[in-house]
């Protein structure tokens, strides 16, 4: 039982956990919101779940290699250095995967719930993995096994102030610990 445990934690990319219990939290109430109010205001198509968890990940995995690229070229390490509040990586990532929903939900039965799916799906997979980083990359890192990190304008300054906590008890116990020894 065990080793099936630890594969799952493999595929899953469950590993360190770059956020805290309250990114943890945050993330899953915006995924609870993200796929609870479009679908009850809108519903969903036969189409959306398709999109959503298919279409729109691998479409984010493609679109992120080919922004990193893009940086990598242009500006080395550029990305790295974006790693704040909100970056304009994301922005373009967000632009490449908006684009074709909104095409689709013009062209074909898909609605922009897809979307919302995607989103939903992006902030659970981000609060199962544990991922700093900004949910539009949660798949994209499991896709292709990274850890690539971009700003979320909502978690980022959560998550580095628990961080922040975080460091401050561990040196805090650590100086306890010289003490008493």
Known sequence: MHSHSTALRSLLGLG?????PLGTIGRLIAAAAALALPASLVGFSAWDPLVGLVALPVLATVGFAVVREGYERLA?????????????????LLALVIAPVVLLAALTPVTFTAFWLWLGASFALGALRGY??????????????????????????????????????STASARSTVRDE
């Open 76 to 92: 080395p390490g550029g990305i790295a250095s974006q790693a704040g509040t909100c970056c304009g990586a994301a922005t373009w």
């Open 16 to 20: 360190r956990r770059e956020i805290g």
């Open 132 to 169: 700093g980083g900004c949910e539009i990359l949660a798949f994209p890192n499991l896709l292709t096994g990274r850890r690539d990190q971009v700003g979320c304008i909502l978690f980022t300054p959560i998550d580095r102030a628990e961080a922040q906590s975080r460091l401050l008890r």
